[in-house]
């Protein structure tokens, strides 16, 4: 096996671009950089939802980071562009044809109950994603999901591939779709074909116990570029094509597998950075923001939490980080509060349900013990919040608490920031999350260390005002020059070469 260079560190556009970029310059260089063919973006969802149903029925767009990076190239009549993902219903209405939400041609990709299951619920959702988020529950392995899995990607492929033109370029995401790049190159030779990797790529020992490693990476190899969102994922990535198929590493960004040469590279992704900025800034988010203030008591510093309720997020390790900070009186509940707000996910995981009532015995523990009248330690919320509620939160919260085990990269942190336009507020970041290879000014800290995080916190909040304004105008400077627009540019432009 040849040692494997190191990846040479991604030229984030923070770092290099010190001019200001905006979301125009952005826009008219992704159209550019497509400018020989179409855009076809695979992912596992289309970003719409059905709302009503039969005839009366009405497909809406959604909203998400990734949609609003790509739609002005999607939008753009010169070059058009296709979404091919399953609409999120097992339903065969007659709208299952190709249909076009906001300007953006939808090409869905029909899946059965069962389907449903053992692809998405899963292997997707109970081998891959606890493998990738470094085994912290233990991966399942079953025969039976795996053909579910290559058979529901296959289908992928197959959409994808109708739906594609000679010299289209085609963008697949995500863990649940990584045997689609060589199945699509199969079916159709003459395409570009990119890959982007939203969840960590774990080291190879690990990666190494998927039974099926071998087609996976080989599905992943049918790509020309491979994108993650960080060095070590993509090193891990390079070092595994290495060591389980005998992929050759010929330069720093690039693998070698039966004559076909593969870009390998870190991709940070990010958010739309001036659409937060600005919309925290509508005098009824700040009306609301004060409310919220009222509400909890103006004197208290207010911490936030806000996720998916998953295992990977590591909100049980919060709590109890925060507990401590209450038990040794480094905190008080007259002095601070933390808010959680938890929006369900992946239900039909029975592990799912086991950790929500975890961590709503825990809140109940911490409340129970260091409650006083009109004074709750934690305030807890079960629900997705809509937009304009978030960026309350995000702007009344003095202190934004991220703390995954594991993380790809966690936008939550980048929304906040952005939001915090008078450069006030404080952020305590995992090392475990992607997101703290570039907020470097975060109180970055080891999630499973309760002690330190507990630390972090009662340091985040007494942190003086010049200190912090410091660290979040830097944190901010860097997600508003790399934001998502800039993201998708790099990446269709290393494949576009
Ligand atoms: P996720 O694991 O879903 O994404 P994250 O990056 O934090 O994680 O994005 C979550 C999104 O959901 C954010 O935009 C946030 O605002 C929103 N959200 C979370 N809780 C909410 C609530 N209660 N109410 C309303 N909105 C809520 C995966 C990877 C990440 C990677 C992203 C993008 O796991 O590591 O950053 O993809 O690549």
């Known amino acids: 096996m040849l040692p494997l260079e190191p990846i040479k560190r ?35 969802r289309l970003p719409v939802k059905r709302t009503g149903s039969g005839e009366s029925g009405k497909w809406t767009a959604t909203d998400g980071g990734l949609v609003t990076a ?3 190239v999607l939008r753009d009549p010169a070059h058009g562009g296709v979404w091919v993902g399953w609409p999120g219903s097992v339903s065969r209405e007659p709208s299952q044809r190709p249909f076009t939400v906001d300007g953006i041609r939808m090409h ?46 296959q289908r992928f492929a197959r959409a994808a591939a109708s739906a594609a033109r000679p010299g289209d370029a085609v963008w697949i995401h995500d863990y649940h779709l990584q045997l689609v790049p060589r199945m699509l190159r199969q079916l159709k030779p003459d395409l570009k074909v990119g890959f982007f990797l939203h969840i960590p790529f774990p080291p190879g020992e690990l990666f190494g116990w998927l039974p099926w490693r071998k087609p996976l990476l080989e599905g992943l190899m049918g790509s020309d570029v491979v994108g993650f969102q960080t060095e070590s994922d ?50 009824a988010i700040k009306l609301a923001a ?41 905190l008080s509940v007259e002095d601070c509060v ?32 260091h409650a006083v009248p009109g004074r709750v330690a934690v305030h807890y919320f079960r629900r997705s919040l809509p937009r304009k509620e978030l960026l309350a939160y995000y702007r009344a919260a003095d202190v934004m608490v991220v703390t995954p085990v594991r993380d790809g990269m966690n936008l939550v942190a980048k929304e906040y920031v952005a939001t915090r336009n008078d450069g006030t507020g404080a952020l305590v970041l995992s090392e475990t999350a992607g997101a703290a290879e570039g907020l470097t000014d975060a109180i970055i800290v080891n999630p499973r260390d309760l002690e330190g995080a507990s630390e972090a916190m009662v340091r985040a909040v007494r942190m003086d ?19 998502v627009h800039r993201w998708a540019v790099r990446f269709l432009r290393v494949l576009a070469r």
């Not at 912290?136 to 290559?150: H, K, L, M, N, T």
Request: with cysteine; proline share 5%.
């Open 10 to 44: 991604a030229t984030t556009p923070n770092r290099t671009r010190v001019v200001p970029v905006t979301n125009e310059d952005s826009e008219r260089e992704a159209k550019h950089t497509m400018a020989s063919g179409r855009l076809i973006v695979v992912a596992n």
């Open 70 to 72: 790509l739609r002005p």
């Open 108 to 153: 869905p990709v029909q899946l059965s109950q069962r389907e449903v299951d053992a692809f998405y619920h899963c292997f997707s959702n109970r081998t891959i994603w606890p493998l990738y988020h470094d085994a912290i529950r233990a991966p399942e392995f079953d025969e039976s999901w795996w053909q579910a899995y290559v058979q529901a990607n």
């Open 234 to 283: 993509a090193r891990n990535f390079a070092s595994a094509a290495q060591r389980y198929v005998g992929a050759k590493q010929v330069s720093a960004e690039t693998i070698e597998h039966e004559g076909r040469r593969i870009q390998v590279g870190a991709f940070p992704i990010s958010i739309d950075f001036d659409e937060f900025s600005a919309a925290a800034d509508d005098p």
């Open 290 to 330: 004060a409310s919220i203030r009222r509400k909890v008591g103006d004197t208290r510093k207010i911490l936030l939490g806000v996720d998916r309720l998953d295992y990977t997020k590591g909100i049980d390790l919060r709590l109890r980080a925060y507990e401590r900070a209450l038990q040794t009186k480094r």
């Open 338 to 369: 933390l808010i959680q707000v938890a929006v369900p996910s992946r239900e039909p995981v029975p592990e799912y349900g086991k950790m929500r009532d975890d961590i709503e015995r825990l809140i109940g523990r911490i409340n129970g013990e």
């Open 465 to 483: 005002t010049l200190e912090g304004n410091a660290r979040m105008m830097a944190m901010r400077e860097t997600v508003r020059t790399g934001d």
